[in-house]
């Protein structure tokens, strides 16, 4: 069915001329076309004149002159200008062809009769028979004879395959097909365990439990996730020259990690992100608010409206293309030239979302029964890990008085907190003296703390005690000396040197004191890391002359910008003691500040809301160019909303999103199982995935992708019930192994003769390594982790972390996301940085990916753990190991032949080698 719109005349052709006008028609017309259009047409207007249609000409140009005067030519405008002796006035302009002298006697003729020209109120139709518009209706299942199929999705693939004679592969083998829908749906391998089970469940024909377990994973959600924070331009910093953190952006992807794992209804999924704060989800409006955010104003207000109205333009692009599949910003500055959007549909979304403002706000409190019973589950797992680190600190210390300390290294030093612990000792003074600083900057100090053995910070000003200093940094207020012992946290109440680099602050006591604990920090609120101590020493003395240390730097891991958990007690542990007890210190300060967010509320990085005041449709997206005012509505050609100027902010948005989630609306569905589509097979049905209008490309198979937009909306938008029938169906089970005869005919493998092997993308892979390697955590939610230190000055600095520790072996999803900034190793392997909408990585192979890969800190680091794994669960036989790697990173037996040429290896080179080069191999960075 066509789909129709109707537009006042804007353009003029042959076909919209009234009679009375042939002169104008065919001879006016043609002579401006040919030339002035150029310049005073649809893509350029100088001085604001437009002649290619009738409303500009009788509009004029931005002198407020006239063109033409009817029945006078020599009172108008335009005859003026063809006629100057002035250069620099003449029209057309120099190095332009000019007018003959016949061309300007017609003009003036024309004007002399008249001036007769079309109405400019006739109205056309405009319409478009493009596919992706026409409503989505369920078509029949072709009938095939065959016995390969399993599902109707195979049925359509079938279909197209023998129409460009092309046959199915085979079955895969089932262990490669366990390791390929780990790797697509988790972009992490299966375990042994996991695979043995799986095994067991294939040779009972039971591959739709495989399904189950795999969708039914949290490891599912963060998968998932991944490909729809791309496609939304997800990140957690602003963007632009200052790039200042979002400290609480991560709310939004936790919520979408959720949001995926329970199968929320997708229909609902939109309605939430455009306008969750209507039915009390306000954290699915970081949607609108994800993208770049300039905070720097400018004086010329012309400036500062061009910023305001590319706020809005990112939002109406990224809602355009995340739901709808179409580029409706290509409408902001005049009508869409492929798709039937007008300009004044694109202002009519910039009316939906102009009471919409960036910023962090609280959100409500959920106290449902559901959320209640998951608090009380909170507490239980932090009162459990609180009483396992007594008994840790227990063991330490009976350890410590045997003597059994083994200079196990504490962690580096930290900018939100760092405590030494030592014996106790009598004194009066305590001084803290900086050597160096981690950037070079004068350091600072966010309250320093003297503990008694009674737990009392004697160093505070209000029990007596005073400060003194090498020096101050001077003209701030907030960083006087008198805030290092004022018992108030943050920067805006440290101290600062007046020394690059070096400095040192004294606290003395009101009398002397029994102390045996120091607390200490560079901001204990997390903002800033900059001028962060690295290289300190801290003495005591009772008479004020002679000093003794208690505690320094040395004994600390170097500075990294890893954040410290533990206490000293982790020293005089067995390794395998004090690993445990760092994890268990981070996931319950984790836990802890989940508790705290779910009783109290927290703020989050989600869309604020103003009363938004009136939209005009602006001249070739001008600010300054205001043309008529528009009222909040979708495209025309989905059907008006019939909003009036003065509608509420909120059910804006709110109609907004459910026209969106509509059934009728024909594109929504359609883009989302296009999605799943190439989550699961690499590439989509449309491999246009974010544009479906006329500038993408047809679907390869368009009667596959309407059933599945219709079985999508049949079974209430539930996206793991179409990506089970993605993942049951003989298609996806199909091997990779290529065939010369399809490879001539489909070489990408669009047609599914074959599943299409692809590399994984960094995350799977950083991912991966981890996981072999047994060093992955897989703790979910919560701030995120940083690859990058953080120089926090008015414009913030990052620097890409040359080593990392277990704070940072979470999965990469967590990792805290900065724009315009790059991992060090895993950046190469076409990570997006959050600045545009991703709706498909592309798959780049540089040198600088092997390079990475096999040299960098993290991948010796990550090969000394897996053989250290591996000594661990084979011994000390080098077939053992071997076999034991060959288990662990391909999930298979190794061959003979690999056995012996791995042995050899590891006996001229090293186990660690043999390791680094395992995660370099095909086999184990690509799905086949």
């Not at 001249?619 to 050609?637: H, M, N, Q, S, W």
């Not at 793991?720 to 993942?727: D, E, G, V």
């Not at 999803?813 to 709706?839: H, S, T, W």
């Amino acid at each position: 069915m066509k789909r129709v719109i109707l537009t006042a005349i804007s353009f003029l052709s042959l076909a919209s001329i009234v009679s009375g006008s042939a002169k104008f028609e065919s001879q006016i017309l043609p002579l401006l076309e040919k030339k002035c259009f150029k310049c005073h047409g649809q893509d350029k207007q100088k001085s604001d004149l437009r002649l290619d249609s009738v409303a500009g000409i009788n509009k004029g140009g931005s002198s407020g002159e006239p063109l033409f005067v009817r029945g006078n030519s020599s009172q108008s405008l335009i005859i003026h200008l063809i006629n100057s002796d002035d250069l620099e006035e003449r029209m057309p302009p120099e190095g332009e062809p000019e007018l003959t002298i016949e061309e300007r006697e017609l003009i003036k003729e024309w004007i002399d009769s008249g001036a007769q020209m079309p109405l400019p109120s006739k109205v056309v139709k405009l319409s478009t028979d493009h596919w992706s518009f026409q409503s989505v209706k369920r078509p029949q299942i072709p009938e095939i004879k065959s016995d390969w199929g399993n599902n109707e999705i195979d049925r359509f693939i079938l279909e197209k395959m023998l129409s460009k004679k092309l046959s199915p592969s085979s079955v895969s083998e089932p262990r490669k097909l366990i390791r390929r829908i780990y790797q697509v749906m988790h972009g992490l391998p299966p375990s042994e365990e996991l695979i043995g089970k799986h095994l067991k469940q294939i040779s009972n024909n039971d591959w739709v439990s495989v399904v189950d377990e795999v969708l039914a994973s949290p490891r599912y959600g963060e998968r998932i996730a991944r490909h729809w924070l791309d496609i939304v331009r997800f990140a957690e910093t602003n963007g632009f020259e200052t790039n200042r953190e979002r400290l609480t952006a991560y709310h939004f992807r936790d919520y979408v990690i959720r949001s995926f794992n329970q199968d929320k209804p997708y229909d609902q999924f939109i309605i939430e992100q455009l306008a969750g704060d209507a039915s009390g989800v306000d954290v699915g409006t970081g949607f609108l608010v994800a993208g770049p955010h300039d905070i720097v104003k400018s004086p010329d207000i012309n400036l500062t409206l061009m910023q305001r109205n590319d706020e809005m333009a990112d939002m109406i692009n990224t809602t355009g293309t995340a739901f709808l599949g179409l580029t409706i910003g290509c409408a902001r500055c005049h009508n869409h030239k492929f798709d039937p959007i007008l300009q004044k549909d694109y202002y009519s979304m910039q009316a939906v979302f102009s009471g919409v403002r960036y910023g962090e706000r609280m959100m409500p409190k959920n106290n449902d029964e559901a959320a209640k019973k998951a608090l009380v589950e909170l507490e239980k797992k932090a009162q459990s890990m609180s009483e396992e680190l007594d008994s840790l600190k227990l063991i330490s210390s009976q350890l410590k008085a045997k003597g059994a300390g083994h200079n196990v290294k504490r962690e580096s030093v930290n900018a939100r907190g760092n405590t030494e612990i030592f014996d106790e000792i009598n004194t009066k003074h305590v001084r803290f003296t900086v050597r160096r600083t981690n950037n070079g900057g004068q350091p600072c100090i966010d309250e320093l703390r003297v503990f008694n053995t009674e737990g009392q910070n004697v160093a505070l000003a209000k029990k007596g005690a005073t400060a003194e200093s090498s020096g101050n940094l001077k003209g701030y207020e907030i960083h006087k000396l008198e805030h290092i012992n004022d018992g108030k946290d943050g920067n805006p109440r440290s101290w600062i040197s007046d020394t690059s680099d070096t400095g040192w602050v004294k606290i003395t006591f009101a009398s002397a004191s029994k102390i045996n604990r120091i607390e200490w920090a560079r901001d204990r609120e997390g903002k800033f890391s900059d001028r962060l101590a690295i290289d300190y020493i801290i003495e005591h003395s009772l008479d004020g002359q002679s000093w003794h240390k208690v505690a320094g730097s040395e004994d600390r891991e170097p500075y990294g910008g890893a954040v410290a958990t533990n206490d000293a007690f982790l020293a005089f542990l067995p390794d395998n003691d004090a690993q445990r007890g760092r994890d268990l210190i981070r996931n319950l300060q984790r836990t802890r500040n989940e508790i705290s967010s779910r009783r109290n509320g927290s703020k989050a990085w989600i869309a604020k809301f103003e009363k938004p005041g009136k939209t005009h449709r602006l001249y070739r997206g001008d600010p300054l160019a205001k043309r008529e005012v528009v009222a909040p509505d979708t495209l025309e050609i989905l059907g008006s909303l019939k909003m009036g100027e003065d509608e509420d902010e909120q059910q804006r948005r709110l109609r907004l999103a459910k026209s969106i989630a509509d059934e009728k609306n024909p594109l929504t569905a359609r883009v989302m199982v296009n999605r799943l589509w190439q989550f699961v097979f690499g590439v989509g049905i449309v491999d246009t995935p974010s544009d479906l209008g006329s500038n993408g490309t047809d679907p390869t198979h368009p009667q596959l992708l309407d059933w599945m937009a219709s079985e999508f909306m049949q079974k209430d938008w539930s996206i793991k019930h179409m990506l089970k029938i993605l993942l049951c169906s003989d298609t996806f089970r199909q091997t990779s192994r290529p065939r010369s005869d399809a490879l001539k005919v489909d070489a990408g493998s669009r047609y599914l003769w074959r599943f299409p092997p692809r590399r994984l993308e960094a995350e799977a892979i950083r991912d991966s390594i981890l996981a072999v390697a047994g060093t992955l955590d897989l703790n979910m939610g919560g701030p995120g982790f940083y690859l990058l230190d953080v120089d926090r000055e008015n414009v913030v600095h990052y620097h890409p972390k040359e080593k990392t520790g277990p704070e940072e072996w979470r999965r990469m999803i967590y990792m805290f996301k900065i724009r315009q900034e790059q991992d060090l190793i895993f950046g190469a392997f076409d990570c997006p940085d959050g600045n545009q909408v991703i709706p498909e990585r592309s798959r780049s192979t540089t040198p600088i990916q092997a390079l990475n890969l096999f040299n960098s800190h993290f991948m010796v680091q990550q090969s000394g753990k897996m053989a250290d794994k591996l000594l661990q669960e084979a011994g000390d036989s080098i077939e053992k190991q071997v076999r034991t790697a060959y288990q662990l990173y391909y999930g298979r037996p190794a061959l003979a032949e690999e056995i012996n040429d791995a042995t050899a290896f590891v006996r001229d080179h090293s186990l660690a080698d043999f390791c680094r080069a395992m995660f370099n191999s095909n086999e184990f960075l690509f799905t086949f």
